[in-house]
C-alpha cells in the first residue's frame, strides 16, 4: 500500500480537488466527463505498469469516488462511480502489453 500511495494521491486529487474548479454546467460536463476520466485512465495505465493487474485497485477507485458524491454531485453522479470503475479496469488492462517485467 505505501509504495502505491502517490497513485492513490492522484485520484484523490482527481476526485475531491478537481471538482472545486466546477463553476457552471460546462466547467462541470467538462470536468466529469473528460478530465476526471482522464486522469483516471493515465492514473491506472502507470499504475498497471509498475504493479501488474490488480482488482483492488480497481475497488478502490469506486470507493474513492463515492464519498465525493455526496460532496459535489447529486444522486444522478451514481453512474459515474460505474464509469470510472470501468475507466480503471480498461486503464489496468491496457497496461498488461505494456509492463516490462513482473515483481
Known sequence: MKK??????LLFIDFYVIPWFMKDTGSA???MLMIIPLVCLITSVFYGIRNGFHFWY???VAIMFTP?????YNDTAWVYV???TVIALLGNLIALPLRK???
Open 68 to 72: 465525493s458524491i455526496f460532496v459535489f
Open 4 to 9: 502505491n500511495i502517490a497513485f492513490y494521491m
Open 101 to 103: 517485467y513482473p515483481r
Open 82 to 84: 460505474i464509469a470510472y
Open 29 to 31: 460536463m467538462i470536468i
Open 58 to 60: 480497481v475497488l478502490i
